[in-house]
């Protein structure tokens, strides 16, 4: 792999001690635009706080545990602000405080335009090979470039003139690096970019696709989830004046150096593990075995966030495929279809929703039986102890992003199948296809093949199963949450006065 140096951080001890290794007396600053715990208001008018619903969120929550610092992110719950101090700030997690949410708050205009607008219908579309149109508005342009601009304002208020490391997340903050090197001289920037980077050739699509990248070389490290992504970026950001690729993962200009390599994501695998094993899990098996009929079925599941790029038609096509040239599996094969709906302020996502449960419904009519419809749609946010015990209740896991940085729903269901059964599909447009060794790949685009994939792994019962699933859970468990992070801090530039 492409990645940083190896280093010994397993756990979260180990993980704190690299940290006061490789931080020393520095502030850690975290920036995201999603914030990791969010206070809202009950029915009964008390204020509840909840943890964010995401993969990166959950992640990026135990490194941050582990580590400490201050974490910048958008306050959006509606009780956030009365929950904070009069800077906006405060201690997390609840009844475990390991470190400081620092909120910015932002108009719903201007969550709109840099949000739902450029972020998710200019950057995301552009960044996925998704066959979904970006669309490029100045307005978008204007509040995106304002917003990382007050982000900017924010950290810079957190920083003072203290040194610091800043650990900026994801394409929401393209700017923000060199927005915040001018401001901050005695800061390190580390960004994690944890979308695909699109070919040089699609990112001259946009616009304003320099100053982009201007902003985003402001960082010392930037990291990918494969060293594919990496050379992308290299060799778009190597056509800007003065910028020159060096080694295998730098690039440099006028002296200045930029570390652009892959690092690629994972999860607390201990923590999932442990929390799949609970009595709370176990009862949410039961109670979801019992609600949706999966006794004696062959379960298929698919869990992500509702989106275009995660294949989710293409799921319910493989199981109409299926079931079309295996009737004899009708009653006895049920697909779960989870996922939260996301971004519905956006016109494709809305549209996204439509079809699909248009498809649900096509397929159920099609092929369900007097007592049951092979399809299954759960449009809700589910408690985690719900999704673990859809990944233990499931025969196999399908994966099918049609492209995808990493995919942490892999991940998860490995590390929640204790009983080290289960069979995960994955596709082969994943950054995870390309990590984790001996996983079963495929194309998510042909439709046909895949069901003829699910086919036969139904036919092939226990058969390999255990030995695959010790092989994939013994990488992703080596490979964790705390390891990531630790290859990241281990990649930071030495104290430099004036950068």
């Known amino acids: 792999m492409d990645t940083a140096r190896p280093v010994p951080a397993s756990t979260r001890a180990e993980l704190g001690e690299l940290a006061r290794q490789r931080i020393g007396d520095r502030l850690f600053v975290s920036v995201s635009n ?22 990166l969120t959950l992640a990026l929550n135990s490194a941050m545990e582990a580590v400490g610092g201050v974490w910048v992110a958008h306050g959006s719950g509606d009780a956030d602000r009365e929950s904070s101090d009069a800077q906006g700030r405060v201690r997390v997690p609840p009844g475990r405080p390991a470190y400081d949410l620092q909120r910015v708050w932002l108009t719903e205009d201007e969550n709109d335009g840099y949000y739902n607008g450029f972020a998710n219908q200019a950057l995301w579309p552009l960044c996925h090979n998704a066959y979904v149109k970006p669309i490029f508005r100045e307005a978008h342009w204007r509040a995106y470039r304002e917003v990382n601009a007050r982000f900017a304002g924010a950290v810079e208020r957190v920083i003072g003139g203290r040194d610091a490391i800043v650990f900026i997340q994801d394409y929401h903050f393209a700017l923000l690096p060199s927005l915040l090197r001018r401001r901050c001289p005695n800061a390190a920037f580390l960004h994690f970019w944890h979308i695909p980077w699109p070919l040089p050739d699609i990112l001259r699509i946009c616009p304003w696709h320099a100053e982009i990248l201007d902003g985003i070389l402001g960082n010392d490290v930037l990291g990918f989830h494969t060293p594919h992504y990496a050379a992308r970026f290299r060799d778009a950001a190597s056509a800007l004046p003065g910028w020159r690729c060096v080694g295998a ?19 607390d695998f201990d923590g999932i593990s442990a929390a799949a094993a609970s009595a709370e899990c176990d009862a949410a098996v039961e109670r979801l075995r019992d609600r949706y009929g999966l006794a004696g079925k062959f379960v298929v599941l698919g869990l992500d966030r509702i989106d ?8 319910l096509a493989a199981v109409d495929s299926l079931l079309a040239s295996h009737p004899d599996l009708r009653g006895k094969l049920v697909f779960l279809n989870a996922g939260a709906p996301s971004r519905t302020a956006i016109p494709a996502y809305r549209e996204l929703h439509s079809v699909m449960d248009l498809a649900t419904a096509r397929l159920n009519a099609r092929h369900g ?3 049951s419809a092979p399809a299954v749609s759960i449009k809700e946010h589910l408690h985690f102890s719900e999704v673990l015990a859809l990944y233990r209740l499931a025969d196999v896991c399908v994966v099918s992003s049609l492209e995808d940085g990493m995919n942490l729903v892999a991940k998860e269901f490995l590390a929640a199948r204790n009983d080290e059964r289960g069979r995960l599909l994955l596709s082969e447009f994943t950054g995870a296809a390309w990590e984790l060794p001996g996983a079963e790949c495929f194309n998510p685009f042909d439709t046909d093949h895949l069901a003829d994939r699910l086919y036969a792994l139904r036919e092939s019962g226990d058969a390999g199963q255990a030995e695959t699933m010790r092989s994939l859970r013994g990488h992703v468990r080596a490979h964790n949450i705390y390891a990531w992070i630790g290859s990241i801090l281990d990649a930071v530039p030495p104290r430099r006065r004036g950068r």
């Open 34 to 55: 999603r914030e990791p715990f969010v206070h809202s208001r009950g029915p009964d008018g008390t204020i509840q706080v909840r943890a964010a619903v995401g993969g």
């Open 369 to 371: 039986t007097a007592v």
């Open 308 to 315: 275009y790029t995660k294949g989710v038609l293409e799921r």
């Open 249 to 267: 993962c730098g690039l440099e200009r006028e002296g200045r150096a930029v570390r652009a390599g892959a690092f690629p994501i994972s999860i």
